[in-house]
């Protein structure tokens, strides 16, 4: 089996990402859970809360021989397959995540399939250094990032002026 460690997107099952990432770190199986922050409004009363940034996915840094293991888990659904075969990400797209998420900028995740685009750098604001693949564009301060083989892109607010085509 293979001893290298990858960062793999798990499907998790409907509203359990936090119980499912809980019960992997008392495995002792290093993971992440991007969150955000979010008001949320009762009848009688506000309140900030986090909430998965993509709903149904955690990810988990492991090798092939534990696989099982992480299916194993409460809350755990399945594997990402890409082409046949489990579905992993490079780590300077996790690192991406928390450096999106490390920034007071509003993020929306918008789940659906799009086409390839230009693929940019931007070179100057909070998002400096990402590289990224534009998929849309709105009103020249909103951009689309395309996050690899998962299906998913960010929507964030940067200058137009800060992106470099690569």
């Not at 075969?85 to 918008?110: F, G, R």
């Not at 100057?124 to 849309?136: D, H, Y």
């Not at 909103?142 to 940067?158: D, F, K, S």
Request: hydrophobic share 45%.
């Amino acid at each position: 089996m293979d001893n290298n460690y990858k960062w793999y997107p798990v499907c998790t099952r409907s509203r359990a990402e936090k119980k499912a990432y809980d019960e992997l770190l008392k495995k002792d199986i290093k993971c992440y859970l991007p969150l955000k922050k979010i008001l949320k409004q009762w009848s009688d009363r506000k309140k900030i809360v986090e909430e998965p940034l993509i709903k149904s996915y955690v990810f988990v840094y492991i090798s092939a021989r534990e696989y099982a293991e992480v299916l194993m888990t409460n809350g755990i659904a399945r594997f990402l397959y890409f082409s046949g075969n489990i579905a992993s990400m490079p780590e300077q797209q996790i690192e991406n995540l928390k450096l999106l998420l490390a920034t007071d900028a509003e993020l929306e995740v918008l789940e659906y399939d799009i086409k390839a685009g230009e693929q940019v750098i931007i070179k100057a604001g909070p998002f400096k250094g990402m590289l990224a693949e534009i998929v849309a564009l709105h009103n020249k301060r909103r951009l689309i990032l395309r996050l690899g083989n998962m299906g998913v892109a960010i929507e964030i607010n940067t200058s137009m002026a800060f992106v470099e085509k690569m």
